[in-house]
Each structure stands twice: as C-alpha cells, then as structure tokens.
C-alpha cells in the first residue's frame, strides 16, 4: 500500500517540496504563516506552470522546445501591438496572440518531425528567430519597444485580475484548470499512453500504429501557445508589454518541470509532479525574500536548493522504486520499472 | 557535525533577527538585483541607513529582481510582495509606470508611507500620492551628457539603450539626444534586446558593428556603468579608440580609472548612495517619530565627473562617500 503511494511519480517531488519548505522554515527563520498568504510565489508557479504542463509532456515524448523564452513576450508583445497601438477590440489582440503561438509551434514541430535535427536546435533558432522578430517587429510598428494596453474590463476579469482584492492573480486559476486537463490527456486518455511510448521508442511506437508526427507537431504547437498565452494575460495584467529575451524563463521552465520529476531523457513523468514541481520551484525562487538571509545569497542559496531537490527526487524515486519492485514476489516485473512507474494512471 | 552546528546557530540568529524585526519600522526596499555595481550602492546606501532603524528594533528588507528580462511585471510583483510581508514602509523606483502604477497605488491604499526613488521623478511621487522623490532627473542627466560631449566639439552621438521600455533610460537617452542637438550636434540611438544588459560582450559586439556602419559617430553615451565599460571596450575593438568619445551613466573604480588615462570623456553620477540612504532614512524617521522632509524632490544628481576632478572623486570612493 504504502509502496504503492510511493511509487507514483509525483511524490518524489511532493518531498522535495516539503524539504524545501523546512529549509527555508528551519534554517532561514520564514514565517511560514506570512508565506503562504502571500501571492508572489504562487502567481510565479502560475506564470512558469502553465508552460512547464506542455513542456513537460513534450519531454516525456523524448523532445525539448526552448522556443518558450521568447514566446512569453512574443504573446505580450501581440495583444498589446494588436489591441494597444492599433486599439482593434480585444478579441483580436488575444487571437492574435493565441495565434503567433500556433505558427511558431507548427514551425517548430514539422522541422522536428521532417528534419533531422535535433529539437534543441530548431527550437534554439526559433527562440533567437522570434527575439529578433518581436523586436524589429515592434519598433516597425510601434516605433517603441513597449507599449502600454488598456485592456477593457472583462479581458482583465478573465485573463488579468487580482483575485479576492489582493495580489493573486487570475492565472492561478488558469493553471489549475490547465493542470487538470493534461492530467485527463497524460493519465486518463489514450494520448497519454501514445505520449510515453513515443518516449520509450520513437521506431516500436509508430510500428504500434501511434501517429508520432501529428503527436509531435501538436505538442510544440501546445508549448508555444500556452507560452504566448501566458504572455498575453501579463500584459492584459500589466497594461503593458516590452520586448525582452526571457532567457531566464527557458531554464526555469525546464529546471521545474525536471523538479518534478521528469526525466531529462523522456519515457517518464507525471503531470502532478509537474504541477508540483513549478510550485517547489517558485517556492525555491521567491521564498529567498522571505528569509533574513542577505539578498547577496540568493543565487547560491536558490543553486543549491535546485539541485538538493532533483537530487532527492531521484535518489528517491530510485529507492522507491527498487523497494517496491523487491517487494513483489510474482514474477511480473520483467517490464523495466520506469515504465511501470511512469504509465500508471494518477 | 560542526557543520550542523553552525547550521544551528545560523537559524538561531537568522530567527533572533526575525523577532527583534517585528519592533520598529520594517522598511521594504525595491531595487535592482544586488550584483549590478550601480544597485549593489544604492543597497548599501539603503542598508547603512537601515542601521538606525535596527539599532530602533526595525529592519531593511532588499527585494530585486534576478534579471531584467521582464523588468516592469517583476518590480510590480514585488511590491505586492512587500505589502503581503507586512511592510511598514516602502521605498520603490517606477521604472515601467504603465505596470507598475497599480502596484504603488495599492500600496498608498493600504495605508504604508511610501518613498519613489531612483526612476520616475516628483510627478510619479504627486501622481501615486508618494510622500517624496529621491533621485536625479534622467533626462536631465542624459541633457548633460550630450551637451558635454557636444561642447567638447564631439557632434555625432548615439545612445546605446540596452533596456528598452524602461521609461528612465528613455530619458537618458532622450535627454542626451537634446544635449547633443541644442548644443550644435546632432543624436541617435543604438536600440539593443534587454537581455543585452549587463552582458558586457553582447554590448561590446553590437557597439563595435555600429560603429563600423556609422563611421561619422564620434560620441557615445551609455545607461550603467558596467553598459559603459562594454561600450569602451566596444570602441577599441573598432580601433575608434580616441576619435569616439564615450560618457555613460554611474562610476565604478575602472570607470575613474578610464577617465584619468583619458579613455572615457566624463561619467554622469547620480549617486546611488545616497538615494537608498535617504529614501530609507526619511521613511524611518516618518514612521518611528512622525517627522517629515517638507522639500519635495530630493535631487542627488546629475554630477559630471571629468578629468578635472576625478582625482577628487578617487579620493572620495577611497573614503567611502562615494
């Protein structure tokens, strides 16, 4: 029973997100209470969760976009462009912004599918591609390179309030629904099957009849979408946008999803550790601020934690899963574990 | 073993610093990150002035961002931020208004005396209800930079923007441009992406191309000093050395040093210092004893510093005052 609980993939990363949390409380002297009640690290979750859900299946099917940095402000940029200089109604801001997502991720899927190089590649030429877009793309047309939005007011109710008459902001919400709906694709329907077998075995997967390619190209279209996504709700938000690199949000992205618990090389992972893991993450990030600890620390202290927490991840999962599969008696485990313990419905 | 002990005893004083804390007056500080050379001043500014509020049992909280990537969102979020921690007072720079504004506005709302420094000028303090502004006027720091270059005879200026969007450096750099034409010149600028900044190589790249393309540009002005010492090192690499003339925003030792041998023309100081020591200083007074700056706009630039009186300056960085 227990074996069983431990097993599942998220738990690992619900550990390390305790760890952390006694770590910041034990050594760094947090007020737990002040913490939980404030909202920058859980608006900061929102805003890397929504693109490490994506992200993190596409890894699980054995794939990397980084084109995301530059999606996030490519999204802002668009509906602000659209609906701020142009002052075309809203609607057309966000489809835009929606759209410029799917472009990009359909560029970035059929060069992988039809391509052979790797996607760390394409999606490193796409991110560079789109910095350079959206900035002479933006002093074109605007002749700045930012520009404020006045977004009207049910736009700011759906995508960029502050929830409750403080400082949670919508996307909070939009990263739970989001997060119950790859929950259902990874773990309650077929596609989550086809996800993880495309990263077992690209070859034995499409022999199995799995459509590889269409997966592929509509994960990349997933991953730059709900990153402009989140671009568009920060500017709706913010009244406005700027052009900028978001080279930081790669790796955070990345580094989270990794938090929890996927592996860098696919074929495991579970959408709750993701989930999970943006939460450590942003907690690892933001609760630096919450500590007596010189600001001048904070990069170490954040460098440190990271890799305290993959590392109990992995050991973790390690243990887990060798006490769980020595624990059986039936001969049944001839299957590798990790695919038994990333196929499991959650 | 010695080890988790001193891991104790850190927590022990981290949790003592903590509850002392909770007496006077808990002063948020929002600023850049604290390895850029200009802020790393302006948090020691703000922390020699937080010695007082802790010697009166209050404390001085430093938030900055990690990057400038996304700059506006980022300073706004840790505003809020500072109001969830309980706040006493706030001390902020506005350095994107259209994203920021609401944050600040939430703040006066709560009820949290509230200092603008750094970026956005008495009228962000006047527009958001703030009680002060300490702080040079960019524009007119980047207006004296042009016109020194200008009446130095160096007419074809170009300012190397490597935050845009930020609506300080917009000033710098229009205040530079109007430096630059009303003293005879003529201006432009060198437009680079804000992950450029701080990246001293991508600076020192995108400098050098320029300079090559635009042969006639024998003046440049940088935004920060570590953008200044790219810029320099950008000028050499095009063999300009001596035919283009920099001034940049902030010094750094390596920037007096420059300007002794002749390399950089002048540097525009702002003193960062003294805008966290007395944004902090007034807020901690306001908030222990009532007391009140009745001077609006607390002006603590722009200075140039030239080879006439850098050896002053020199010994003024060596004393500690500058």
């Known amino acids: 029973m227990i074996s069983n609980l431990l097993r599942r993939p998220a738990a690992a990363s619900v550990l390390s997100l305790l760890g952390v949390l006694a770590f910041y409380v034990i050594i760094g002297g947090v007020d737990l209470g002040k913490l939980m009640n404030a909202a920058s690290w859980l608006n900061y979750a929102a805003r890397i969760g929504i693109v490490a859900l994506p992200v993190g299946l596409l890894m699980i099917s054995g794939e990397i976009d980084i084109s995301i940095g530059a999606m996030i402000p490519a999204g ?25 997502g799917m472009i990009v991720g359909t560029i970035n ?8 190089v790797p996607t760390l590649i394409i999606t490193l030429a796409t991110l560079v591609g789109m910095q350079g877009v959206v900035l002479a793309g933006s002093k074109l047309l605007t002749g700045s390179a930012s520009v404020p939005l006045t977004a009207p007011g ?112 696919g074929g495991f992972g579970s959408v709750p550790g993701i989930f999970v893991g943006a939460l450590t993450f942003a907690i690892v990030n933001k609760g630096i601020d919450f500590t007596a600890i010189d600001r001048n620390w904070s990069n170490l202290i954040i460098g440190v934690m990271l890799l305290a927490a993959v590392a109990m991840n992995e050991s973790f999962r390690n243990v887990a899963l060798s006490v769980a599969t020595g624990k059986r008696i039936k001969p049944k485990q001839d299957a590798p574990a990790r695919a038994t313990g990333g196929q499991e419905a959650h | 073993m010695k080890l988790t002990k001193a891991v104790a005893a850190a927590a022990v004083l981290a949790i003592g610093a903590t509850a002392v804390g909770a007496e006077g007056a808990n002063i948020f500080v929002i600023g850049g990150k604290p390895d850029d050379p200009f802020w790393s001043r302006v948090k020691k500014g703000a922390e020699d002035a937080g010695v007082v509020a802790e010697s009166q049992g209050g404390s001085v909280t430093w938030l900055g961002p990690q990057n400038y990537d996304n700059l506006g969102p980022d300073a706004a979020e840790l505003i809020r931020q500072a109001i969830d921690q309980g706040a006493d007072a706030i001390v902020g720079p506005n350095w994107v208004p259209e994203a ?82 009303e003293n ?47 810029t320099i090192s950008g000028v050499q690499q095009a063999g300009k050395t001596g035919s283009v ?26 003193q960062g210092y003294q805008q966290g020591f007395f944004a902090v200083s007034i807020l901690n007074n306001h908030v222990t004893y009532g007391a009140t700056i009745p001077t609006r706009e607390i002006l603590t630039g722009p200075g140039v510093v030239d080879a006439g009186n850098v050896d002053l300056v020199i010994a003024g960085v060596e004393a500690g005052a500058r």
């Open chain 2, 184 to 230: 005879g010149g003529t201006g432009s600028v060198l437009q680079l992406p804000a992950t450029a900044f701080g990246d001293s190589t991508a600076v020192a790249q995108a400098v050098r191309a320029h300079l090559l393309q635009n042969p006639d540009i024998n003046a440049m002005f940088a935004i920060g000093d570590q953008d200044t010492n790219a």
């Open chain 1, 76 to 100: 802002a940029m668009t509906t602000a462009i659209i609906s701020g200089h142009y002052e075309l109604p809203m609607i057309f801001g966000i489809l835009g912004a929606l759209g410029v």
């Open chain 1, 154 to 265: 049910w736009a700011k109710s759906i995508f960029g309030q502050l929830m409750f008459g403080g400082s949670h902001q919508v996307v909070i919400v939009w990263w739970i629904i989001f997060a119950v709906a790859f929950w259902f694709v990874l773990h309650q329907s077929r596609y989550g099957n086809w996800i993880f077998a495309m990263g077992g075995d690209k070859e034995s997967a499409r022999n199995a009849g799995i459509p590889v390619n269409r997966m592929t190209v509509l994960l990349f279209v997933l991953t730059a979408t709900s990153a402009s996504f989140v671009g568009m709700c920060h500017a709706i938000l913010f009244n406005s946008a700027q052009v900028s690199g978001g080279m930081n949000d790669i790796f955070n992205i990345i580094a989270s999803v990794v938090v929890g618990g996927v592996l860098l090389a």
């Open chain 2, 245 to 270: 003339h920099v001034c940049g925003m902030n010094f750094n030792d390596s920037i007096l040093a420059n300007i002794q041998q002749g390399t950089q023309a002048c540097a525009i100081d702002q």
């Open chain 1, 109 to 116: 899927g059929v060069l992988a599918v039809r391509t052979n």
């Open chain 2, 100 to 181: 920021m504004d609401p944050a600040f506005e939430a703040v006066v709302a709560a009820g949290i005396p509230l200092v603008i420094y750094n970026a956005g000028g008495i009228e962000a303090a006047d527009r958001l209800g703030a009680m002060n502004y300490v702080g040079a006027v960019d524009y007119k720091s980047g207006y004296a930079g042009g016109e020194y270059l200008a009446e130095a005879g160096h007419t074809n200026g170009a300012c190397v923007n490597t935050l845009p969007g930020a609506a300080n450096i917009e000033a710098f750099c229009n205040g530079f441009n109007d430096g630059m034409t």
